[in-house]
């Protein structure tokens, strides 16, 4: 589990329900973070 880059607080992890191999965590008061390795995969796949 990653803990919130602003806090440090316990975020919820979410798998895409397109992208299956796509995770990322929410936090409820800071919004979504992307894992770093997969951001980059999330990030490229806008520009398609
Ligand atoms: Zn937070």
């Known amino acids: 589990m990653i803990p919130c880059p602003r806090y440090g607080e316990t ?3 979410f798998f895409d329900i ?3 191999q796509l995770q990322y965590e ?3 008061e800071h919004g979504q973070f ?3 390795g997969e951001s980059t995969l999330w990030a490229e796949s806008q520009y398609l």
């Open 11 to 13: 975020m919820k992890r």
């Open 34 to 36: 992307f894992d770093a």
């Open 18 to 20: 397109d992208e299956k």
């Open 26 to 28: 929410t936090c409820d």
